[in-house]
């Protein structure tokens, strides 16, 4: 079963406008963490925020910010006031576990246009 | 500034070959991935070490081995290229704490033919 899943393979949003990219998980462990990566069209992996899951506040980072709800097992990206440059790939990540050794889960990614 | 180096950016292999990728990292990261990632099935863990001379089976192993005999270095290996090994791989690294994030090769993009 698929541990991450964004289900938005595309999404579109006016420059200037906010955008929710979407995320839901599957674990059985008590503690992991979730993040977010922004892949441009050059390739490169840009981190963007992450969601601790015993972290009771919402994580922020500028522009971005995290929608954290446990309970349905979700983890959407929010980017407020969209620019062209945000327009890219977007991948949410999770790890599980707490020890040394937990691997690292990727979704599927979704491709965000800004369009002007 | 932080690095991590994948050998080749774009290499061309005949069906059958052994293939070395070959990641290196300057950060003493205890933790270090690799990854292959094809259009429309994101990025599929191949192999993990959370250690050196440790490793760890990921989701897609078939076909592959690495190898992690320094701190800094984590190879991936094929034994005998095929084509559905056609992919672009990225290698990534991080320490060993639950909130740390990945840091990424610029990728390798194989093609077998």
């Known amino acids: 079963a698929q541990k991450i899943t964004q289900t938005q393979p595309g999404m579109f949003v006016q420059e200037k406008e906010a955008v929710t990219l979407d995320c839901t998980y599957d674990?059985?462990?008590?503690?992991?963490?979730l993040f977010w990566y922004k892949q441009p069209s050059s390739g490169e992996m840009i981190f963007l925020i992450y969601?601790?899951?015993?972290?009771?506040q919402n994580a922020t980072e500028g522009r971005y910010s995290l929608n954290f709800q446990k309970a349905r097992k979700s983890a959407n990206l929010v980017i407020s006031a969209s620019q062209l440059g945000d327009s890219a790939m977007y991948f949410c990540?999770?790890?599980?576990?707490?020890?040394?050794?937990?691997?690292?889960?990727f979704g599927d990614g979704t491709t965000l246009t800004v369009k002007p | 500034d932080v690095k991590v180096t994948q050998s080749s950016r774009y290499l061309v292999k005949r069906t059958g070959e052994k293939v070395f990728l070959e990641c290196v990292q300057d950060?003493?990261?205890?933790?270090m991935f690799w990854y292959r990632q094809d259009p429309g099935l994101g990025l599929r863990l191949i192999y993990f070490?959370?250690?050196?001379?440790?490793?760890e089976k990921g989701d897609i192993p078939e076909g592959y081995s690495v190898s992690r005999e320094k701190k800094e270095r984590f190879s991936l290996i094929l034994e005998s290229a095929s084509t559905n090994q056609t992919s672009m791989y990225l290698c990534?690294?991080?320490?060993?704490?639950?909130?740390?994030?990945?840091?990424f090769g610029s990728g390798t993009q194989l093609s077998v033919l």
């Open positions: 990534a690294s991080r320490l060993a704490r639950a909130n740390e994030k990945l840091f």
């Open positions: 674990t059985s462990d008590q503690s992991y963490g």
């Open positions: 969601q601790g899951s015993y972290d009771e």
């Open positions: 990540a999770m790890r599980e576990g707490s020890t040394n050794a937990g691997k690292s889960t």
């Open positions: 950060m003493d990261h205890e933790n």
């Open positions: 070490s959370y250690d050196v001379k440790m490793k």
